[in-house]
């Protein structure tokens, strides 16, 4: 059985303060639920999220805008980032731990590295710098095998510009349909 702590001052921050209720409700669930891993970025359905908190789509919604807002945590394509997930639970430390710590940095996709750059290099202040220390340090070009266990270099920044420029052109097409109508 797995444990997550969460530390009794996590009550006096006042950023958790200024949080709605179901805001702080969903923070508390992202931080203890079975999904989440080591790293505190993990892959899980909003349909999951809502079957568990039994938060409505507009609950949801909200608390994930006003998480979001206040550099709690992101979403992205079906991945979260608990971004400061290390200050309540040290699992980048201890020699089994850390393995394990790295390991799971290790499998999260390229693309996801990215987004998690991206959004340290706009300004987020994290409690711990483990994971900006491996994404932006150790990430400049990662080691990726590919299907055939060969290995490939990859560049995080050119990544990064290849969602910008594939959500640009995302945006671009959706208002030439909308314009359309």
């Known amino acids: 059985m797995d444990t997550r702590v969460i ?3 996590f009550w006096q921050d006042e ?3 200024s949080l709605s209720c179901n805001s702080v409700y969903l923070f508390i669930y992202l931080l203890t639920c079975p999904y989440i891993n ?4 993990f892959e899980l359905s909003a349909n999951y999220i809502l079957l568990e908190t039994k938060l409505s789509l507009e609950e949801f919604g909200k608390a994930k805008k006003e998480l979001s807002d206040n550099k709690k945590v992101f ?7 608990v971004v400061n997930a ?3 639970n040290r699992y980048d430390v201890g020699k089994l731990t850390s393995i394990g710590f790295r390991k799971e940095l290790e499998n999260i ?3 996801i590295i990215a987004w998690c750059k991206k959004l340290i290099n706009s300004s987020i202040e994290l409690s711990d710098t483990t994971i900006a220390e491996y994404i932006n340090n150790k990430t400049k ?3 990726n095998k590919t299907k055939k266990g060969k290995e490939e270099e990859i560049n995080v920044d050119k990544v990064i510009e290849d969602m910008d420029n594939e959500k640009s052109d995302k945006e671009k097409n959706g208002l030439k349909k ?4």
């Not at 080591?38 to 970025?41: A, E």
């Not at 979403?75 to 980032?81: K, L, P, R, S």
């Open 178 to 181: 909308g314009g359309d109508s």
């Open 15 to 17: 950023k958790i303060q």
């Open 109 to 111: 996709p390229k693309n």
């Open 7 to 9: 530390k009794t001052k």
């Open 141 to 143: 070009t990662i080691n």
């Open 75 to 81: 979403f992205f394509n079906g991945w979260i980032w």
């Open 38 to 41: 080591k790293t505190g970025i």
């Open 86 to 88: 290390l200050k309540h």
